[in-house]
């Protein structure tokens, strides 16, 4: 009777570690998936910034470091490994795209090209679908995190390898609230 009961109690505890292992799984492909959502998303921003920058160049030919800074920081997302490198470079390249719309302010007749607006509408669309990239890419990895941390999934998590993802983060420089004067 008490081998019976014995066997049964490993049935059922190997059921449960194969429910719990398939769910990590499944939330470990999650989370990769989310990250090569906002791989897509940074892709096509890389490829929009070079018809931006030669749009901008006919008319602001000598914003030439400010033209350089948007190359050198686009180059540095496809370039980045990983989550915080990633972060940190695409969060550059945000900061030299506003620094680049907000010289296109002093040209008006390239704000009044069609070429250029329809590259700044891309752009931005573009942004908001990486924000919200970004935004499901840490709640997929809070739900992992908080899965592969809680019992009795740590326990499976560890004993399979399952690991902690990093969240991507804003840096501390941009979480600061801007100073607005008039």
Known sequence: MITEILIIAAIILGLLFVIIYNDLIKQRNRVENAWAQIEVQLKRRYDLIPN?????KGYAGHEKALLENVTKARAAVMSANGVNETAE????????????????ENYPDLKA??????LQKD???TENKIAYARQF???TVMKYNISIQTIPKNIVASLSGFGKKDLFETPQA???TPKVEF
Not at 93 to 104: E, G, H, I, M, Q
Not at 113 to 118: D, K
């Open 174 to 176: 941009e979480r600061e």
């Open 89 to 104: 470079a695409s969060n550059y390249l945000s900061s030299t795209l506003r620094s680049l719309f907000a010289v296109a």
């Open 137 to 139: 890419y840490n709640d």
């Open 113 to 118: 090209n069609q070429n250029f607006l329809q």
């Open 123 to 125: 752009l931005m669309d």
């Open 52 to 56: 931006l920058v030669e749009t901008v």
